[in-house]
């Protein structure tokens, strides 16, 4: 065990590539300074190598060293003392273990320790002496990392204090295939690269990342890691892959971090060679049962199971026409002898079944209920029901779950998405704490009396010992794990809440920057600012007003493509026409979902003048011209929302700016390049959702905007030689509903325009165009004989949103050429060269005077 601690320790002394996250342990402004503050000696009270009480003593050498310069004695014996007063080893002594290894040492401290719970610890320190206990081993390495955070943002004063997990279960979820296939490659639904854990239908030889992995979720309370993907390969079973899952154990408990697994419910069948996967039949039951006893005799600390039934073509209990409950039970008998648990998700429903044309009261977002309808005492007592934080699937605003008020005898955890699938796939930043923060303090009211969801989660609201959270955190091979430096402010903040979740979305950033970049000032006021204002950004220019996030969810649910909301088969559906819009969720009218809240919130989401406006779409089908509380008709609101958001998004790049210097040259260009990419893809969005809007109700925008370009130059318009007109689909995804595109793979491809109508001086030059996963296309931009700058077509490369090898929404991308100088009547001409089956494709050239976005 001791190869991952040093790698851990390697990683601190590589370049800021983000591999160390907020455990950068970097030195502080006046170092020296804090010595007299700090101990002087390290001693682990009865620690096992390999262990998280040996973990922490390696954590606070090597952090205490590294923020400061200070090197500590450490001793991993047994020591006694109650770590107050002088050390054996100097002057001033860090002792850390659990509570009962130190009572052990001390019986008379007993009465002076605070009660704590599993996972918690007591932190105090002395004038440099530190005393931390954990309640387990888990607890005492968390309150090292907890002392070790505080020390990392300069804060050596002395204190006392308790920290209890506000809820047991505080898992992740990775959605890692088996193998390089399913959705966006060996990690679904993952934008950080392949999978840390498998490859080529096993596990990996290397899992060094899955143990510096542990490490970083460790600093942060989280306890508990679902390995592979929720949609599972029954040959996660195989002996093989069993003796695989050992390691991966292996490389998390140094940190006390627990491996869980997903599970097939055919795998009796698809792996075991039974002709049935009937959860009531006693060969299937048996075959459970072995299975989990020989997952227990490689790994007798699992954590348990993660099973997805009956969803989305997934088998489940249900094809045997059992409910919900039997097949939850049948895993939760199979762990009780071990102690392990079952997160069985409630994200059920039969797509199959969903026509609207055929049902105007057909809702998938009234599946989670009524699948679990009549079930709340019949599942066993580890069984938690995981339940996504929206009805839907992780838009950018839903109103929280329903079902989290309707199991009250069944343990729940929320199920949160740190992935960001819906929002921006982490190549457009959207700080996430502020959305769960709004979920989480949500007040069901249930039988009348407070009822937020933290309170529901934590068991405290219904008398229940398990729940918690889940996160999807899908982290891949990149050293920046989600793909982007500024993504893991949303990985930090999950664990943070799911440890309190009355944390503050500000307090938690802040902690977050001075870790993971410094306690600079100007630097946590500006990623601060950047970080806050980039979820409200987001759901402007997205969509807003409860419609969902106005994405392709028939492909990579990432660029925007309004239409495929209406018409799919899946379920999310806007229900817009030429005169109206929103789903109709009311009961006396509608889907009735609205009725599914306790009866004080049910009445609020029936009636449109108690529902907020930005939920208003969620719960009502309204006219265009429908009048907001803000005074603004809805179809306004959209035009505006959209204009404003995509602002917001062009300031990122230049308030980043201002902090060059003050980080790092790689990761202030790494950052950089993904805001400026999103200033460009949020003005594709604003164009396209307001341009499909339009179109579609033929309402104009009062300020004259929408469909209005001055400073555009389509480039079906130009000049054209081994370039063709091309009709785009959806049509709002190009300017004018056309682009250009070489006329075969072969052949280069000019556009031309004289510029008779542009004033000699300073501009800046942005040309849209087309980024397909199907080759690396060059553009050249000339102004006359002068060429301005050259690109490639290689963002499936450098930014990890999901490929698409269509013209559309999720491919547009905009490059912008600054303080370019023009001569009235020079010629602008662009060259592309095809690659592979990428034609090149181009939309429009914007000639702006400098600081203007069309």
């Known amino acids: 065990m001791r190869s991952l601690l040093v790698l851990a320790t390697i990683g601190l002394a590589a370049a800021e590539d983000g591999l160390s996250g907020w455990l950068r342990y970097a030195r502080i402004k006046g170092a020296h300074g804090y010595h007299n503050k700090l101990p002087s000696a390290i001693v682990t009270l009865n620690a096992t190598e390999g262990l998280p009480v040996y973990t922490a003593g390696q954590e606070l050498h090597q952090g205490i060293e590294g923020i400061f310069g200070k090197k500590l004695e450490l001793d991993t014996g047994r020591k006694k003392g109650k770590g107050k007063g002088k050390g054996q080893h100097g002057d001033t002594t860090a002792t850390v273990?659990?509570?009962?290894?130190?009572?052990?040492?001390?019986?008379?401290?007993?009465?002076?320790?605070?009660e704590l719970v599993d996972d918690g610890f007591y932190l105090s320190v002395s004038r440099g002496n530190v005393l931390i206990l954990g309640q387990n081993e888990r607890g005492a390495l968390y309150g090292a990392f907890h002392y070790l955070s505080l020390l990392a943002q300069g804060n050596a004063s002395d204190f006392t204090l308790t920290s209890n997990p506000d809820a047991p279960i505080r898992w992740v979820n990775q959605w890692d295939n088996m193998q390089d296939g399913g959705t966006h490659g060996s990690v679904e639904r993952g934008y950080g690269g392949d999978s840390i854990f498998f490859w080529d239908g096993k596990v990996r030889d290397d899992l060094s990342r899955a143990g510096q992995y542990a490490r970083l979720l460790a600093s942060i309370g989280l306890n508990a890691v679902v390995a592979n993907n929720v949609n599972a390969d029954p040959k996660i079973l195989s002996p093989e892959n069993m003796d695989g899952l050992a390691r991966i154990a292996a490389a998390f408990r140094p940190y006390g971090v627990q491996l869980g697994v997903a599970l097939n419910f055919a795998s009796p069948r698809d792996l075991g060679g039974l002709d049935t996967f009937d959860p009531l039949d006693e060969s299937v039951i048996e075959w459970w049962h072995d299975t989990t006893d020989e997952l227990y005799k490689r790994i007798p600390d699992l954590a348990g199971y993660l099973v997805k039934a009956n969803s989305e073509g997934q088998p489940g209990p249900m094809t045997y026409n059992r409910t919900l409950a039997d097949g939850a039970n049948l895993f939760a008998r199979a762990l009780q002898p071990h102690g392990g648990v079952v997160l069985f998700r409630a994200f059920v429903y039969d797509h199959t079944s969903l026509d609207e044309d055929k049902d105007w009261k057909a809702d998938r977002a009234n599946a989670a209920v009524d699948y679990f309808d009549g079930l709340d005492d019949k599942f066993e007592d580890n069984v938690v029901v995981q339940i996504k934080y929206g009805p839907i699937d992780f838009q950018v605003r839903e109103p929280a779950s329903p079902l989290f008020s309707r199991l009250i005898k069944t343990a729940a955890a929320i199920e949160l998405q740190v992935t960001q699938e819906y929002l921006g796939q982490q190549a457009h930043l959207v700080y996430l704490a502020p959305m769960w923060k709004e979920i989480l303090d949500f007040d069901f009211r249930v039988d009348g009396k407070p009822s937020r969801t933290a309170d529901i989660l934590n068991g405290k609201r219904f008398n229940r010992k398990l729940g918690g959270y889940a996160g999807v955190v899908n982290v891949g091979t990149n050293t920046t794990w989600l793909g982007s430096h500024l993504a893991m402010s949303n990985l930090y903040a999950y664990g943070r809440l799911a440890w309190d979740p009355s944390s503050t979305s500000e307090g938690l950033l802040a902690e977050w920057i001075k870790m993971t970049f410094s306690d600079d000032k100007r630097v946590l006021d500006v990623i601060t600012k950047l970080s806050m204002e980039s979820w409200p950004a987001y759901e402007n220019y997205s969509g807003n007003l409860g419609i969902q996030t106005l994405t392709d969810i028939l492909l990579g649910h990432y660029g925007p493509n309004p239409a495929s909301q209406d018409g799919n088969p899946w379920g999310q559906w806007t229900r817009a026409d030429a005169d109206s819009i929103g789903m109709d969720r009311t009961v006396w009218n509608g889907t009735g979902f609205a009725g599914q809240y306790p009866p004080e919130v049910a009445a609020r989401y029936e009636k449109i003048e108690t529902t907020p406006d930005n939920l208003l779409l969620w719960f009502h089908h309204v006219p265009y011209t429908h009048v907001l509380k803000s005074g603004k008709t809805v179809i306004q609101h959209f035009y505006d929302a959209h204009y404003e958001g995509s602002a917001v998004a062009q300031t990122f790049p230049r308030l980043w700016k201002t902090l060059r210097g003050r980080i790092d040259?790689?990761?202030?260009?790494?950052?950089?390049?993904?805001?400026?990419?999103?200033?460009?893809?949020?003005?594709v969005w604003r164009d396209s959702v307001n341009q499909f809007y339009f179109n579609k109700s033929g309402i104009a925008d009062e300020k004259g905007r929408v469909g209005n370009h001055p400073y555009r130059i389509e480039a079906e318009d130009m000049k054209l030689s081994g370039y063709e007109p091309y009709d785009v689909h959806p049509f709002e995804a190009a300017s004018g509903f056309r682009a250009i595109v070489t006329s075969d793979n072969s052949t280069q491809?000019?556009?031309?325009?004289?510029?008779?109508?542009?004033?000699?001086?300073?501009y800046d030059v942005a040309v849209n165009y087309y980024d397909m996963a199907l080759g690396n296309s060059t553009w050249e931009l000339y102004i006359g004989c002068d060429r301005v700058g050259k690109w490639k077509g290689d963002l499936e490369y450098n930014l990890g949103r999901a490929p698409s090898p269509y013209v559309d929404g999720q491919t547009a991308s905009r490059v912008t050429f600054r303080g370019v100088h023009i001569k009235k009547g020079s010629t602008l001409k662009i060259v592309g060269t095809p690659d592979g089956l990428e034609p090149a494709p181009l939309d429009y050239v914007s000639i702006l005077p400098e600081g203007i976005v069309d």
């Not at 290894?101 to 002076?112: E, I, K, T």
């Not at 510029?755 to 001086?761: A, I, P, R, S, Y």
């Open 665 to 683: 040259d790689e990761r202030f260009e790494h950052v950089l390049f993904r805001l400026e990419y999103q200033a460009g893809h949020s003005l």
């Open 97 to 114: 273990g659990t509570v009962a290894a130190y009572v052990d040492s001390n019986p008379s401290a007993a009465s002076d320790l605070p």
């Open 749 to 762: 491809g000019t556009a031309s325009v004289k510029l008779h109508d542009v004033k000699t001086g300073k």
